[in-house]
């Protein structure tokens, strides 16, 4: 196999180990057509449920376009956009059934002798109590199933109307007269801060855990950036802090926007429904970054923006492994560590995107969740332009 078409379902891998596991995964996405049928509704909602309890895992990319396919459609079935299609195959099924219906109807148990009417009698009795432990058991499947989907969207419509209020904060006035605190809330020591933006002035006074705000154009990465003393506490709670699978947006607490880190490293969740940072392994694309080449990164005490330099996957590693680890790339303490961090970075990369930085530029890193191998990462590396 040519190492320069490694490609499977319109996906592209570097290695053989990597597109060995991809054609596993269009193999398994064969086997689950074959199983359901995803011309039926309820078909594709019990699938969606399989998937999200972990009945069915992908190793790479591919079956990570396999189940956002399944989550669009949950979604269009939903919003009645399609309808269920009658397939031949399940016509011939129907048809079978009739024919087998009218055939046993002509069956009496008396034209068989007592042993076999015995016999008969018991089978029938199993298949009884088999049909009423399977009917409990869908009942309980699909009581738990509302119940975890009114969970979801309850969660993911809170999520939104708050990003939403957020946004509307930005530039209110609304608490704009309550003094402003002059204490670091990211971190220790005695520093004099800059004036707080004031578009981010309301929304800072409503959590002073507030660090930022970070955007994209053209996609649902819109949102702000929290930071506190550790990197578990946002992964579950949102602005309000408040209970949410979906997390927030978060800046690892080791990381510095006054005076400034090298590299600001921004954590958030790959979830399915594209919220967070479910977007960001497009950027696996070269022509999306094409697209989306510029990211608005704000600090709550200044503007900038980015042009993305880097695109690539990587993994939480052992602490005993000598290899770069780009989670701990916070601050470059001379030039010869900088461009090290670089040509690594730029080693790794899924494309070459033309843009390059040097010593004393300031880096922001966009890491996510990448089910392709086991703790894996996908990262987005850009450097501030303005």
């Not at 929290?226 to 946002?234: C, R």
């Not at 005076?259 to 977007?279: A, C, D, E």
């Amino acid at each position: 196999m040519d190492s320069n078409n490694l490609t499977v379902a319109g996906r592209k891998f570097r290695t053989h180990a990597e597109y060995e596991a991809a054609l596993r995964d269009e193999h398994k996405i064969k086997e689950i057509k074959v199983k359901f049928d995803l011309d039926k509704k309820a078909d594709v909602f019990q699938l969606y449920q399989e998937l999200q309890t972990g009945s069915f895992s992908f190793e790479t990319p591919v079956g990570n376009d396999f189940d956002d396919e399944i989550f669009d459609l949950v979604e269009q079935f939903k919003a009645g956009t399609i309808k269920e299609k009658s397939t031949k195959a399940a016509k011939d099924k129907k048809k079978k059934r009739e024919q087998k219906t009218k055939a046993a109807k002509n069956v009496s148990l008396d034209s068989f002798d007592r042993d076999m009417q015995k016999e008969i009698m018991a089978v029938l009795k199993k298949k009884e109590r088999r049909r009423k432990g399977i009917v409990i058991g869908c009942s309980i499947l699909a009581i738990a199933s509302f119940t975890y989907f009114g969970i979801y969207y309850f969660f993911a419509g809170r999520t939104d109307a708050d990003i939403q209020n957020l946004a509307r904060l930005k530039n209110s006035k609304t608490f704009a007269g309550t003094p402003q605190e002059s204490v670091m809330v990211h971190k220790t020591g005695d520093v004099e801060l800059p004036d707080i933006l004031e578009e981010y002035k309301t929304p800072y006074i409503k959590n002073k855990r507030l660090i930022g705000w970070l955007k994209i154009d053209d996609t649902k990465i819109d949102y702000p950036v929290m930071q506190t003393s550790n990197n578990e506490y946002y992964l579950d709670h949102n602005f309000n802090q408040e209970y949410d699978k979906n997390g927030s947006i978060f800046m690892d607490y080791e990381c510095s926007v006054y005076p400034r880190s090298t590299n600001l490293i921004v954590y958030g969740h790959h979830m399915k429904s594209g919220k967070m940072f479910g977007q960001l392994q497009n950027y696996a694309k070269e022509s999306y970054f094409k697209d989306h080449s510029v990211i608005q990164f704000d600090t709550i005490y200044e503007k900038g923006t980015y042009a993305v330099m880097y695109a690539f996957r990587s993994r939480i590693y052992n602490e005993n492994e000598i290899v770069f680890k780009y989670y701990q790339f916070i601050d470059a303490n001379s030039e010869e560590e900088f461009n090290s961090h670089m040509n690594e970075m730029a080693n790794l990369s899924l494309y070459d995107t033309g843009v390059t930085a040097s010593y004393g530029d300031q880096l922001l890193t966009l890491s996510t969740c990448d089910n392709s191998q086991t703790d894996g990462r996908f990262v987005v590396v850009a450097k501030r332009i303005s």
